[in-house]
């Protein structure tokens, strides 16, 4: 069996909703004074891990299963994101600074009367929720339609998607394009109606965050062991072939990557209520590169790989940038190196040999092209 | 020759006129072949002599300047894109053998038989008991039924030929286009090889692109002698080799 097709995907749900159940219960059923006592920011922090992680799910699913390296996925989290800080920011009703009861802060102080046309409906839950998938799912449709159909691929592919999430950045600090400028969205109060700030709403999150990142996982091995995952992964190692026998690479990518869009703007919308902020900076480049070096560190083209590699890595940086802050970038290019260099398959590349000693097949054959793409 | 690009009412393939120029460099020039409904054709030449550019013209890769591709009676191939072309029936072996080398033997042909090749399709699709039985019987003909659990980078070179050869079966083309499908492989497996594509003749037509003579010869049909891109010579193989400017592109530089 190939590792994406393996039971490493049954384990890693159990041990995805096992630990949030864990975390939650340690958090709500102990005394703070007992020493089994989990405390909310811990909860909160790996809610963020888990939002983490259906980022990189997203950037494994278009990089490990179609060849395309991108290094602007996190455009489509940042997007998701922003969906959810509106309907946040709406949520908090007259109780701002300014006590407007439809203008967030930033308005009233920009001296906006009325609300912008796209911020009406964020008032809505539900409407907000469906636009932090259908934002990043059409963004990324139309991009996808023009690059794939004109047959962009490789290096210069990954070059665009790191401009369209440069543009987007940009296009965010501005004050006039009514998202809270280089402040981003903030002081978020309520959520349904719940206060964010209370330990059952942050557990709330969590869960429902593990709940969803399962159902992404479930959604990806569905599409990789499908006959579509096979064409995919034929596109993925030998796209003129599958032109010849009559498929349409583009037609294949372009779902993909649509789907893995929608699967960030997830990752988005349920990164923003547990840590309390959005704002441009999550378009910054550097984060979409990142979201490819925990796909690396797991190892690319394994589904499960993706989540522990964004898991692992962000707790080595949480524990990193405390001790250490400034010397974080080395240590993560340096194990981007490392990585590359001495397991090029990654953690779970650890697991597959093993594997294979006890006589199964191996991988499929990821990897190289992987380095050579990153290196190339 | 003159007689057949008369009979256009009874030809799967026309080429008419075609000429292909890359950076100044006239890779066809004004190239005409006639193939008809169930004929193999055998095309050799010098290297650079256009034959795998005639290739790429008839599965659409490459545009031809000028010059008329036709397939059947009414098809003009220059309009078409790749999986287009492939969709019309007209399936391609490349040089070097390319199989999809993460999958298995099975999944490779499972991949290429003919069918619904759009995404909705295939994302729900579930292996048929039809799909099974065609499978299992194309890889007896390509003779790797042993080995249809293995990966196809594992295979041989002699057997990802075979495995190519059986994907293109599996597309149930009318045409078959197969360039140089014994190059690297042993004595016994080329007379295997010769062996195969006359038991595919007997269905399909088969353009073999091929420098290997004595395989030529073993194919016994008509060949094609191409020389900077246009047709120098047709007819059987002792009909071409006695032609005295086919000794001359072969031996006289």
């Known amino acids: 069996m190939k590792v994406y097709a393996g039971r490493s995907g049954w384990i890693a749900l159990a041990a995805i909703l096992g630990f949030a159940a864990l975390l939650g219960v340690l958090n709500l059923a102990t005394a703070p004074t007992s020493s089994v006592h989990v405390p909310t920011y811990i909860v909160s922090l790996f809610g963020k891990y888990l939002t983490f992680a259906m980022l990189a799910l997203a950037v494994d699913l278009v990089w490990g299963f179609a060849g395309i390296l991108s290094l602007g996925h996190a455009a489509f ?17 007259a109780r701002g600074v300014y006590a407007n009861p439809t203008l967030p802060d930033f308005m009233v102080f920009l001296n906006w009367k009325e609300l912008p046309w796209y911020w009406e409906g964020f008032n809505v839950f539900p409407f907000a929720m469906l636009m932090a998938m259908v934002v990043p799912g059409v963004l990324a449709f139309v991009f996808g339609y023009f690059t794939f159909r004109s047959r962009v ?30 402040n981003g969205l903030t002081d978020f109060k309520d959520i349904l109606g719940i206060p964010l700030q209370l330990d059952g709403t942050r557990v709330g999150l969590l869960i429902i965050t ?80 990142e979201a490819v070096i925990w796909v690396a560190v797991g190892g690319r083209g394994t589904l499960v790989g993706a989540i522990l590699g964004a898991v ?61 793409e990153i290196t190339g | ?16 006129g075609v000429s292909v120029t890359f950076d100044g460099f006239r890779a066809l020039n004004n190239l005409a072949l006639v193939l008809a409904p169930g004929e193999m054709r055998a095309v050799i030449g010098p290297n650079g002599a ?51 080398e993460p999958h298995t033997v099975w999944d490779n042909l499972l991949l290429a ?10 994302l729900w699709a579930r292996e048929t008991d039809e799909e099974r039985e065609k499978i ?60 195969l594509l006359r038991e595919i003749n007997q269905t399909r037509s088969v353009v073999v692109v091929e420098h290997d003579m004595a395989f030529v010869r073993a194919l016994g049909v008509k060949v094609t002698v191409l020389h900077e891109g246009s047709v120098l010579s047709e007819g059987t193989i002792d009909h071409v080799s006695e032609d005295p400017r086919v000794i001359e592109v072969y031996l006289g530089r």
């Not at chain 1, 790191?162 to 543009?167: D, E, K, N």
């Not at chain 1, 992404?216 to 995952?229: A, D, K, P, T, W």
């Not at chain 1, 703007?265 to 902020?277: H, S």
């Not at chain 1, 890595?313 to 590359?340: R, S």
């Open chain 2, 136 to 195: 299992t019987e194309i890889l007896r003909v390509i003779r790797l039924t042993e080995h249809k659990d293995r990966l196809g980078g594992d295979l041989s070179h002699g057997q990802k030929q075979w495995l190519e050869i059986g994907m293109l079966l599996a597309q149930e083309p009318q045409l078959l286009l197969v360039d140089e499908p014994v190059a690297g492989m042993t004595d016994a497996e080329t007379e295997q090889t010769a062996e």
């Open chain 2, 113 to 122: 038989l003919a069918g619904d090749r759009r995404p909705r399709f295939t």
């Open chain 1, 77 to 93: 989290f940042a997007l998701g994101g922003y969906a959810m800080g509106m309907y946040l920011m709406r949520q908090i009703g």
């Open chain 1, 312 to 372: 692992l890595v962000n707790v080595g940086k949480t524990v990193f940038t405390g001790v250490l802050p400034e010397l974080w970038l080395f240590a993560l290019g340096g194990l981007f190196i490392f990585v590359t260099l001495f397991m090029p398959q990654g953690i779970m590349g650890l697991f597959a040999k093993r594997v294979r000693r006890r006589g199964e097949p191996e991988l499929p054959a990821a990897e190289e092209s992987a380095a050579r």
């Open chain 1, 210 to 289: 593990a709940i969803c990142l399962c159902i992404q996982l479930l959604v990806c091995r569905f599409i990789v062991l499908s006959r579509f995952g096979k064409v995919l992964i034929a596109v993925r190692d030998t796209e003129t072939r599958t032109r010849f026998i009559g498929y349409r690479p583009e037609q294949y990518k372009l779902f993909v990557w649509t789907v893995s869009a929608i699967m960030a703007g997830v990752g988005g919308a349920l990164y923003v209520p547990q840590v309390g902020i959005i704002n441009p900076g999550e378009f910054a480049p550097a984060n979409s590169i």
């Open chain 2, 1 to 16: 020759m003159s007689e057949a690009i008369g009979a256009v009412g009874n030809t799967l393939l026309y080429l008419d």
């Open chain 1, 153 to 182: 691929s490789g290096v210069y592919l990954s070059i665009i998607t790191q401009a369209l999430t440069y543009a987007l950045l940009l296009a965010f600090f501005r004050n006039d394009m009514g998202f809270g400028g280089n």
């Open chain 2, 50 to 100: 256009g034959k795998t550019t005639m290739m790429d013209v008839i599965t659409g890769k490459t545009r031809p300047d000028t010059g008329r591709v036709v397939f059947g009676a009414d098809t003009d191939l220059t309009k078409l894109d790749e999986p287009a072309i492939a969709d019309l029936g007209i399936g391609r072996k490349f040089q070097k053998p390319t199989v999809f």
